[in-house]
Structures are given as C-alpha cells and as structure tokens.
C-alpha cells in the first residue's frame, strides 16, 4: 500500500507537468532568450515547476529512504567530503556576488585561458592525474573484480574519459598554442577545434546529467542496491556524505533555467539537502541546512540579478567549475581508497557457465571459541 501511494505521489505531478510542456511553446532543450527578466514568467511555468517540485520531494524521498538506525552512520561528513561542501557552496556564492557587483569581471573572468577557464582545466588535469595513480593502485591490489574483469580496466575507462573531456575543455590544444581552426570546424558555434560546441545544449544536457547521476544519485543508492554487489561497482562508488557534498552541481543557473530537466535536478537536490537536515544528527544537519540555503539563495540571486550579465551563461562556468572540483575529489577518493582497501571481503567469479558470484570473506570471520 505505501509502495502504491508514493507512486502516485511520483506519477501524478508528472503526469500533470507533461500536458503543461506543450502550452509554454519551447523545445527541450530551449534556453530563455538573453532578454528574459523575472517578470517574463508564465503562469503555465509557475504550475510546472510547482509540480517538479512535488515530483522532486518525492523522488528525493526514495533515494534517502533509509531506517532511523542507518541514517545518522551513512549521512556523515568526515575530513575528505566536508572541505568539498564548503568548496563546492563558496564557488556557487561567488558566482552569485559575481553576478551581482561584478559583471564585467564575470564575463572576462569565463574567456578561454582566463581565470575560470583555467581553473577547470586545472581541476580536470588533477582529475586525471589522480585516476591514473588510482588505476596503478587498483592494478596492483588484490580488489573486487567490475563487470567480471579486473577493475582496472574500468578506472582505464574513466581516466580516458576524463582526458577527451580535458582535451575538449582546451579545445585540443587550441587557444594554447594558437592554431587555426580547421574548415571542418567553420560550423562550430564558437569557432573552436572541438565537437562539444557542435551540439552544446545536447552535450550540456550529458554533461550535467551525469554529474548529477554519479555524484549525487549513485552513493545514496548503491549500498541498498544488490546489483552493485554482483558487479563488483561498490568499490567505486563513495559515500552517501560525498552525494551531499556535491549537491551544489544541480545549481548555478540564468538562461538554462528554462531547461525542465535541469530544474528537476536542482529540487531533487535541495530536497536531498532538507531531508538529510531533518533527520541527520546536529552536525550534519548543520552543514546540509548550508547546502540547502546556499543553493536556493544563490538560485534566486542568478535569476534575479542575471539580466545584469554581459554574456547571459556565465553563471554554466560556475556550475561547471563544481563539476570539475567534485570530479578531482572523486579521483583523489578512489585514489586513497585504492591504497587502502577496506577490510571487507573478496567476490570471486565463478565459472561463466555457472554465471555464480560466491562472497569470501578475509580476515572478517569471528574464529570459534575454543573448547577447554
């Protein structure tokens, strides 16, 4: 019965936003024209995002879901993830007072090889330097197998994943060393040697999207999730206190406000952030109190104070500065825990035709009591 009303809870507002879409008169991926002020909303748009808002509570709901028991020891915030939530709040807060008193500055600030730029390109290279130290680590350590094979390979994955990403973010090589852009490139929207500003909105959308889904989504789930276990992912999958630490990436929004998926993200993260508020312990409830204020407050200041802005997307290097910065902490993470393997236990296949998985555990086993 309790599974069948939080469905309804889940599919109502949905079901009531879809029909809504059609009437705003925009595409998917449309952003607002550079004109756009806060007077320009809609009622129509007022009504769906009320109704994201419901379908983002109850979706939050369910991926923090867990016993009064549990809940204090998995949403903690220790040494590692604690400094990168106040990272992570203080850039979304100087995006807003950039926003604010300093405009001009902003929209120099985003210009290749200047100083947010820079420090994207510096976070992503960490990033890869890290994984790579993170891939020697696991390939000599004895750890769960990820997807059946050594899982080196899948760290192999991430760190060439992270590369063209670095190598797209400097448009392979392009602004540093000054060459001309290729005719091959003459439809790209930006002029630059490099395929994500081909289709900018679609590779935003990824981009975003899988931020979200493997910072914030992915650690509140995959302790309860049996299939992390049978494929060997937990082991790359940081806690639930690291899903909090980077809820800011969901924020930092003008013109792609007006990106429904996007503003789901957003109020799926804040409500992560109060739910964790109100039932984790003073400490934690402290800090995720911050994260929640920091994003609501910082939203409205972007919506509020944007049409100050030169270029009108400036606020999408900021949010993408967080993506970068919770991307090199997960590297150093799987990095340090690579090193340092927890004493948990080994999953070893068995044969392809069995298509088993048989837990043995080291050193956790309690030895019998002797008899006297």
């Given at each position: 019965m309790r599974a069948l009303i939080l469905t309804m809870i889940v599919v109502t507002p949905l079901g009531g936003a879809v029909p809504l879409w059609p009437v705003v008169g925009r595409r998917v991926l449309e952003k607002y024209h550079e004109t756009w002020t806060i007077a320009d909303w809609q009622l129509?748009?007022?009504?769906?995002?009320?109704?994201?808002?419901?379908?983002?509570?109850?979706?939050?709901?369910?991926?923090?879901?867990?016993?009064?028991?549990?809940?204090?020891?998995?949403?903690?915030f220790d040494r590692f993830t604690l400094p990168l939530l106040l990272l992570n709040c203080g850039v979304i807060v100087w995006g807003?007072?950039?926003?604010?008193?300093?405009?001009?500055?902003?929209?120099?600030?985003?210009?290749?090889?200047s100083f947010i730029a820079l420090w994207q390109e510096l976070?992503?290279?960490?990033?890869?330097?890290?994984l790579v130290a993170?891939?020697?680590?696991?390939?000599?350590?004895?750890?769960?197998?990820?997807?059946?094979?050594?899982?080196?390979?899948?760290?192999?994955?991430?760190?060439?994943?992270?590369?063209?990403?670095?190598?797209?973010?400097?448009?392979?090589?392009?602004?540093?060393?000054?060459?001309?852009?290729?005719?091959?490139?003459?439809?790209?929207l930006q002029s630059e040697t490099n395929l994500h500003n081909f289709y900018t909105?679609?590779?935003?959308?990824?981009?975003?999207?899988?931020?979200?889904?493997?910072?914030?989504?992915?650690?509140?789930?995959?302790?309860?999730?049996?299939?992390?276990?049978?494929?060997?992912?937990?082991?790359?999958?940081?806690?639930?206190?690291?899903?909090?630490?980077t809820l800011p990436v969901a924020g930092a929004m003008f013109n792609s406000w007006a990106i429904v998926p996007y503003q789901l993200f957003f109020v799926v993260a804040v409500s992560i952030a109060v739910i964790v508020a109100m039932r984790a312990s003073e400490f934690t409830?402290?800090?995720?109190?911050?994260?929640?204020?920091v994003m609501i407050g910082s939203q409205a200041?972007?919506?509020?104070?944007?049409?100050?802005?030169?270029?009108r997307f400036e606020p999408t290097e900021i949010r993408e500065l967080a993506i970068c910065i919770s991307l090199a902490a997960y590297a150093i993470w799987l990095w340090h825990s690579a090193r340092a393997p927890r004493a948990v236990g080994r999953l070893h296949i068995s044969r392809p035709s069995e298509r088993r998985i048989?837990?043995?555990?080291?050193?956790?086993?309690?030895?019998?009591p002797s008899r006297t």
């Amino acid at each position: 019965m309790r599974a069948l009303i939080l469905t309804m809870i889940v599919v109502t507002p949905l079901g009531g936003a879809v029909p809504l879409w059609p009437v705003v008169g925009r595409r998917v991926l449309e952003k607002y024209h550079e004109t756009w002020t806060i007077a320009d909303w809609q009622l129509v748009e007022t009504v769906l995002l009320v109704a994201l808002c419901v379908l983002g509570f109850s979706l939050a709901s369910l991926l923090v879901a867990r016993s009064s028991d549990t809940f204090g020891a998995s949403f903690r915030f220790d040494r590692f993830t604690l400094p990168l939530l106040l990272l992570n709040c203080g850039v979304i807060v100087w995006g807003a007072v950039l926003t604010t008193f300093y405009p001009d500055f902003f929209a120099l600030s985003i210009q290749e090889m200047s100083f947010i730029a820079l420090w994207q390109e510096l976070m992503l290279l960490a990033a890869l330097i890290a994984l790579v130290a993170a891939t020697l680590a696991i390939r000599k350590g004895d750890h769960v197998k990820a997807f059946f094979v050594h899982p080196a390979w899948l760290s192999v994955a991430m760190t060439l994943a992270v590369l063209i990403l670095l190598l797209e973010e400097t448009s392979y090589g392009l602004h540093m060393i000054g060459w001309r852009t290729p005719d091959a490139f003459a439809a790209n929207l930006q002029s630059e040697t490099n395929l994500h500003n081909f289709y900018t909105h679609r590779f935003e959308l990824v981009y975003y999207g899988g931020a979200f889904l493997c910072f914030c989504i992915l650690p509140l789930v995959a302790d309860r999730m049996a299939l992390f276990d049978r494929l060997g992912l937990r082991q790359f999958v940081p806690s639930p206190g690291f899903a909090v630490a980077t809820l800011p990436v969901a924020g930092a929004m003008f013109n792609s406000w007006a990106i429904v998926p996007y503003q789901l993200f957003f109020v799926v993260a804040v409500s992560i952030a109060v739910i964790v508020a109100m039932r984790a312990s003073e400490f934690t409830r402290i800090f995720a109190v911050l994260v929640a204020a920091v994003m609501i407050g910082s939203q409205a200041v972007y919506l509020l104070a944007g049409p100050n802005l030169i270029l009108r997307f400036e606020p999408t290097e900021i949010r993408e500065l967080a993506i970068c910065i919770s991307l090199a902490a997960y590297a150093i993470w799987l990095w340090h825990s690579a090193r340092a393997p927890r004493a948990v236990g080994r999953l070893h296949i068995s044969r392809p035709s069995e298509r088993r998985i048989n837990r043995v555990l080291d050193d956790t086993s309690t030895p019998a009591p002797s008899r006297t």
